[in-house]
């Protein structure tokens, strides 16, 4: 079994920050890439930020400059440093992890989704 939970989501006025955490726990092999999510009300859910094992990163254009993503392998755990907020990032954040999970003796790759959190940018 595997579980990813997000924590630090908020309420925020625009210009602020924060820093939402994710980590994944249980009968974890290796952790691929890990990465962010966010949906909007009435909105697709769209890509902000992802990471490699090796720390290569991805942005979506609307966040680059202001958010950064970060990991710790040891920790298994990712993170999203959000600078400069505005009322359009207000969504459910959601952490993806690409992971190896243990299996007998052997593993299986398998994506995994926290449960979400949210963050209220207000103007």
């Known amino acids: 079994q595997v579980q990813v939970v997000e924590s630090g989501g908020g309420l925020v006025q625009a210009g602020g920050s924060l820093r939402l955490s994710c980590t994944a726990s249980?009968?974890?092999?290796?952790?691929?890439?890990m990465g962010w999510y966010r949906q909007a009300p009435g909105k697709q859910r769209e890509l902000v930020a992802t990471?490699?094992?090796?720390?290569?990163?991805t942005y979506a254009d609307s966040v680059r400059g202001r958010f950064t993503v970060s990991r710790d392998n040891a920790q298994h755990t990712v993170y999203l440093q959000m600078n400069n907020l505005e009322p359009v990032d207000t969504a459910v954040y959601y952490c993806?992890?690409?992971?190896?999970?243990?299996?007998?003796?052997?593993?299986?790759?398998?994506?995994?989704w926290g449960q979400g959190t949210q963050v209220t940018v207000s103007s």
């Open positions: 993806n992890a690409d992971i190896q999970v243990e299996y007998e003796s052997d593993y299986v790759d398998d994506v995994f």
């Open positions: 249980g009968m974890i092999f290796n952790i691929n890439d």
């Open positions: 990471i490699s094992s090796v720390g290569s990163t």
